[in-house]
């Protein structure tokens, strides 16, 4: 059975794409099944992997009901790895979500029948606490809270994390936080050192090893329509998404 993870914060400019494309190339690197569900009406994650809305159906019209899975699904973007990309039309989903009943399940009943198919489903959340992302994390298993090295990221961490509580207590039980991931690391700055710090000391929930650097390489590769494992596979930004690849499956898992 597939493990779900969301990757979710409402602060923008966290790195949340950018994990969720390279964290699931990296783990279909490894040679894990993976399924990556662009839930962004944004539509960074699909044109991060070279896909372009206009290729065909998208989670919205799977979520309303409009197509089934298989339309929707482009499979082996990358070896190993499917997408169901978004567009613009995911945002009026919200509104139309507001008419129907159980709205907060509609994703999790779109791909629960398909979650033997793969060993990972990765959810890339808008960056907003919206019914979407309630969605997203009613259909999870767990949530990777990706947060920038910069002073304000314990406010919005704290923000995300009182989401997840609170979806955990009305609406999904077995929710957990999956960790929380370090992004646009810089080691030449002390701030970076001093917001790591900071956190590990005052969080009791997860937090993983490995951190992500700020790179270049990393800023370039989704103009390229590409993870950055194949557009660069030797820089500093493929080698932390690997080794954040195989933490993650290092964990015992009960999914």
Known sequence: MGRVIAITNQKGGVGKTTTAINLSAALAEAGQRVLLIDFDPQGN????????????????????????????????????????????????????????????KKLKEAIDQKKSDYDYILIDCPPSLSVLTINALTAANTAIIPIQCEYYALEGLNQVLKTIYLVRR????????????????????????????TVRENLRESIYETVIPRNVKLAEAPSHGRPINIYDTRSSGAESYRLLAAEIMSKESVY
Do not use: H, W
């Open 45 to 104: 994650t699909s044109s991060g992997l070279g896909v372009s809305p206009e290729e065909g159906k998208t989670i919205y019209d799977l979520i309303c009901g409009n197509a089934g899975f298989e339309d929707c699904l482009l499979q082996d973007t990358v070896e190993n790895l499917d997408l169901i990309p978004a567009d613009m039309n995911l945002a009026g989903a919200e509104v139309e979500f507001q008419e129907l009943e159980d709205m907060e």
């Open 170 to 197: 009305k609406l999904n039980p077995e929710l957990k936080v999956e960790g929380v991931l370090f992004t646009m690391y810089d080691s030449r700055t002390n701030l970076s050192e001093q917001v790591v710090e």
